[in-house]
């Protein structure tokens, strides 16, 4: 009885809210700060991976063949993770599909760690696939803010969760040296330092959203859409469903090609400053100004893409990411300066990409069907960013940084041709 009454009070206040629209716009803002606070944590438990992932795989494997495997699987887990997440946050809210999936993501780092300290490969294996989990959340928690905004508010509801995800994401890489100096203190390998940050950040995350996260701004959506129906106020849209179609195909498109560029340049910039001499602080500088230009300027982004457009700063993303490829290549090994440049305009081309796509996919879909739709893009840009962490170890073992950073660069281009295929833009409640 206490549990149904507990639902039924859930819905009645979740109804309250859907008739309301100051009521809607507290939620909105309410939201906003939720998600911004689980984002700096989940920022945090993000960047171990990126910045020691490969190099745990090279010390335990002992080659740079597979340096890419680490990037490849937390790739993998996260493409399973974010349908999962997306097609649960559908059916029961992005409170509970946010929550459990950060939760599941510290207990992957946790596995990662006992890994570190047992040497064994298998369980690192399985451990970076549940760690993905993580990653796939912090990623889609962006749409969280969009559910509740207006067509002209949505790219900047979306950089606003993006861009507080910097305080962690900075913090982490740079974090390196201490974590690993408190992990060898206690016993533990100083790579897996890093690890324990990640799961204690990724455990903070999760209960955030799911303490703070109510009523759940996704089942209000829904509801204001149910209620519109009823009343028979809901706006008639002159978007077909070829015009969503090509929406959403435009929008995966744009951010699976950044995706691939971004984390092949990125899984192999430790490995490549690793063999030039280069500690890892210094590692953990140019990862923590990578990953602070994949989310610092959202915020700027978001503003951009919703006042000149999302195939503008798309193509935007393209010509950054090929800029980035180009000096990443031609950048002195050396040169902690170069190396930085390079990968500050390979976050900033990620960031452009995954705004701008972001935005589109949130045009092209309806409270109904949104969650699902993007768990199931984020599925396809996580096996896109596994490819080219899987990809990029193989090119540089058995060719070279440049050559990497020269192919990426010119892949990204791309995006300017997909951009002239663009169609209508639809825009849905």
Request: net charge positive; proline share 4%.
């Given at each position: 009885?206490?549990?149904?009454?507990?639902?039924?009070?859930?819905?009645?206040?979740?109804?309250?809210?859907?008739?309301?629209?100051?009521?809607?716009?507290?939620?909105?803002?309410?939201?906003?700060?939720?998600?911004?606070?689980?984002?700096?944590?989940?920022?945090?438990?993000?960047?171990?991976?990126?910045?020691?992932?490969?190099?745990?795989?090279?010390?335990?494997?002992?080659?740079?063949?597979?340096?890419?495997?680490?990037?490849?699987?937390?790739?993998?887990?996260?493409?399973?993770?974010?349908?999962?997440?997306?097609?649960?946050?559908?059916?029961?809210?992005?409170?509970?599909?946010?929550?459990?999936?950060?939760?599941?993501?510290?207990?992957?780092?946790?596995?990662?760690?006992?890994?570190?300290?047992?040497?064994?490969?298998?369980?690192?294996?399985?451990?970076?696939?549940?760690?993905?989990?993580?990653?796939?959340?912090?990623?889609?928690?962006?749409?969280?803010?969009?559910?509740?905004?207006?067509?002209?508010?949505?790219?900047?509801?979306?950089?606003?969760?993006?861009?507080?995800?910097?305080?962690?994401?900075?913090?982490?890489?740079?974090?390196?040296?201490?974590?690993?100096?408190?992990?060898?203190?206690?016993?533990?390998?100083?790579?897996?330092?890093?690890?324990?940050?990640?799961?204690?950040?990724?455990?903070?995350?999760?209960?955030?959203?799911?303490?703070?996260?109510?009523?759940?701004?996704?089942?209000?959506?829904?509801?204001?859409?149910?209620?519109?129906?009823?009343?028979?106020?809901?706006?008639v849209g002159t978007a077909t469903a070829a015009d969503s179609r090509r929406g959403i195909t435009l929008?995966?498109?744009?951010?699976?090609?950044?995706?691939?560029?971004?984390?092949?340049?990125?899984?192999?910039?430790?490995?490549?400053?690793?063999?030039?001499?280069?500690?890892?602080?210094?590692?953990?500088?140019?990862?923590?100004?990578?990953?602070?230009?994949?989310?610092?300027?959202?915020?700027?982004?978001?503003?951009?893409?919703?006042?000149?457009?999302?195939?503008?700063?798309?193509?935007?993303?393209?010509?950054?990411?090929?800029?980035?490829?180009?000096?990443?290549?031609?950048?002195?090994?050396?040169?902690?300066?170069?190396?930085?440049?390079?990968?500050?305009?390979?976050?900033?081309?990620?960031?452009?990409g995954l705004i701008s796509g972001t935005a589109m996919i949130v045009d092209s879909t309806t409270a109904?069907?949104?969650?699902?739709?993007?768990?199931?893009?984020?599925?396809?840009?996580?096996?896109?960013?596994?490819?080219?962490?899987?990809?990029?170890?193989?090119?540089?073992?058995?060719?070279?940084?440049?050559?990497?950073?020269?192919?990426?660069?010119?892949?990204?281009?791309?995006?300017?041709?997909?951009?002239?295929?663009?169609?209508?833009?639809?825009?849905?409640?």
């Open positions: 009885m206490n549990t149904t009454n507990r639902i039924e009070r859930a819905q009645a206040l979740i109804r309250t809210y859907a008739a309301s629209p100051e009521q809607q716009q507290k939620l909105y803002r309410r939201t906003l700060i939720t998600v911004i606070l689980s984002q700096i944590f989940g920022g945090a438990g993000l960047a171990a991976g990126i910045t020691v992932g490969a190099l745990i795989a090279q010390d335990m494997l002992g080659t740079d063949n597979f340096t890419g495997v680490p990037t490849a699987l937390f790739t993998l887990g996260s493409a399973a993770a974010a349908l999962l997440v997306g097609r649960y946050s559908q059916r029961f809210g992005r409170r509970m599909g946010l929550g459990l999936g950060f939760i599941v993501g510290g207990i992957g780092a946790i596995g990662v760690v006992l890994a570190a300290i047992s040497s064994s490969i298998i369980l690192l294996l399985i451990s970076l696939l549940i760690y993905g989990a993580g990653s796939a959340t912090n990623l889609q928690a962006r749409y969280a803010g969009t559910d509740l905004a207006g067509p002209k508010q949505r790219a900047t509801a979306a950089s606003m969760a993006m861009v507080f995800t910097t305080i962690g994401a900075v913090a982490g890489p740079n974090l390196v040296g201490v974590t690993g100096d408190f992990a060898e203190s206690i016993g533990v390998p100083s790579l897996a330092g890093p690890f324990i940050l990640a799961a204690v950040a990724y455990f903070l995350a999760g209960i955030i959203l799911l303490i703070l996260l109510r009523p759940d701004p996704l089942l209000v959506a829904k509801e204001v859409a149910k209620q519109a129906v009823q009343s028979g106020t809901a706006s929008g995966a498109l744009v951010m699976i090609l950044t995706q691939i560029v971004m984390v092949a340049v990125m899984t192999m910039t430790p490995v490549h400053m690793r063999h030039h001499g280069h500690g890892l602080e210094e590692v953990g500088l140019v990862i923590g100004f990578h990953v602070g230009a994949m989310y610092l300027p959202s915020l700027i982004t978001g503003v951009l893409v919703d006042k000149i457009g999302r195939i503008a700063m798309a193509a935007a993303s393209g010509i950054t990411l090929l800029l980035a490829g180009i000096t990443a290549a031609l950048a002195p090994a050396d040169s902690l300066f170069m190396l930085i440049v390079a990968l500050v305009l390979l976050g900033l081309g990620w960031n452009f109904a069907n949104r969650a699902k739709v993007q768990g199931s893009v984020d599925v396809l840009i996580a096996l896109s960013g596994a490819s080219g962490g899987m990809l990029s170890g193989m090119v540089v073992a058995n060719s070279s940084y440049a050559t990497l950073s020269y192919a990426g660069g010119f892949i990204a281009l791309a995006l300017v041709p997909f951009m002239l295929w663009k169609g209508p833009r639809p825009t849905k409640a």
